[in-house]
């Protein structure tokens, strides 16, 4: 048990794991001590800009790196009780994925000061997804019934309640030859926050939403499973599987889309500054459209070796086909004490987390400076066991 406990509490202190920076939920609950329990973690990174400018105007040059660039951001908080053998729980979560590649990522960066793509010839390709939402539910947890004294795990039904919603695709081309630019491109916004402008205003902007009758938006419901595996293949080693958002499904009712279509071609220095000049097209659709989004399974892979007091860990998180890999060390300087550090080297971050009798706490960063981190996360955890 002592081995156990420990484990698990080095799970929970390097909170800094990728398994959190996933918001993926591991331990069984057989393995779990009844009790109350209370954990909030988030997480954000990308590959270009600082975290905090990423839905905020950019206050520094962005830097991408070549080829596909991702953006990150997950939130969870929960409360949690666990008898013999299951687990009932609330909580409220918040998920957010992008890809983009550099091209996108030069010109949206240039968007204030379009001019300087005229000073050299180049074709930018643009690609650009982004899905987000939130919600928040119960959680149902029972021990799988494993006839084994080293194999233990656990299936969990979620009950969802829809909140927010927002998917984003853009797709097109910026062509530059001799100072002159062509553009064409596709925009498409799903956006519940989205409001509505009468069809009949004489001063329509290009990013307003007009459709020919206005309907209310609802926000639905949904479910999802979660199964957690744990193996004890040796008195040092365990293994951990954790699959998270197995054949989720979240809906809407009358979200706003808006399509945005533009076709310029022979744009200059001269004509950029007022109106495009050339042959000019720019098409806006507005309408309503029901959604049932397909929750992206999570999942988690780790192993933890330990000896005494020192706990050494490894582990794989996916989503979307972003990987996450993680190394981790840790120390029991106490007997509910334990202290450990992580290294993600998806995007470079570290990250430390503490426990200490019922209280974890834990931050990770991949810069010293917070206004510079493209990284961020903070994770909180109380627990009261009876």
Not at 213 to 228: H, N, P, S, V
Not at 275 to 291: H, I, K, L, W
Request: net charge negative; charged share 20%; proline share 4%.
């Amino acid at each position: 048990m002592k081995f156990l406990a420990l484990s698990l509490g080095i799970a929970v202190a390097a909170n800094a794991t990728a398994a959190d920076l996933m918001a993926v939920s591991t331990a069984p609950v057989a393995d779990l001590p009844r009790g109350l329990s209370f954990s909030a973690t988030a997480f954000a990174a990308d590959d270009f800009i600082a975290a905090k400018d990423i839905d905020d105007a950019w206050t520094q040059p962005a830097d991408p790196r070549a080829g596909r660039n991702l953006a990150v951001a997950f939130g969870r908080a929960g409360l949690d009780y666990t008898g013999d053998g299951w687990s009932v729980g609330v909580f409220t979560r918040a998920d957010g994925f992008g890809r983009t590649n550099r091209d996108s990522i030069v010109v949206y960066q240039a968007s204030e000061d379009p001019l300087r793509l005229l000073d050299t010839n180049r074709t930018y390709g643009l690609d650009y997804e982004f899905t987000g939402f939130s919600a928040h539910g119960v959680r149902f947890a029972i021990a799988l019934p494993l006839a084994s004294e080293t194999l233990s795990g656990s299936l969990a039904l979620n009950l969802l309640k829809a909140d927010r919603l927002r998917i984003e695709r853009v797709v097109g081309q910026v062509e530059v030859e001799d100072g002159t630019a062509n553009i064409h491109g596709v925009r498409t916004l799903l956006y519940d926050g989205l409001d509505y402008e009468s069809p009949t205003d004489p001063n329509p902007g290009r990013s307003d939403f007009r459709p020919a009758t206005r309907k209310d938006g609802e926000a639905g419901y949904g479910y999802a499973l979660d199964f957690a595996l744990y193996w004890q293949a040796t008195p040092e080693l365990r293994v951990d599987l954790a699959v998270n958002d197995l054949l989720g499904k979240l809906s809407w009712k009358n979200v706003p889309l808006l399509t945005q279509r533009v076709d310029v071609d022979g744009i200059n220095q001269t004509q950029w500054p007022t109106r495009p000049g050339g042959m000019a097209s720019f098409n806006n659709t507005s309408r309503y459209q029901d959604v049932d989004l397909d929750l992206d399974p999570r999942m988690r892979l780790a192993a933890t070796w330990t000896r005494d007091a020192l706990v050494l860990g490894a582990s794989l998180s996916a989503r979307s086909g972003a990987v996450l890999p993680e190394f981790s060390a840790g120390w029991q300087f106490a007997e509910e004490g334990i202290i450990a550090l992580s290294y993600e080297t998806r995007f470079d971050s570290i990250g430390i987390g503490v426990r200490y009798g019922p209280l974890q706490l834990a931050l990770r960063a991949d810069s010293t400076d917070v206004g510079e981190a493209k990284a961020l996360g903070a994770a909180i955890g109380l627990n009261y066991h009876f």
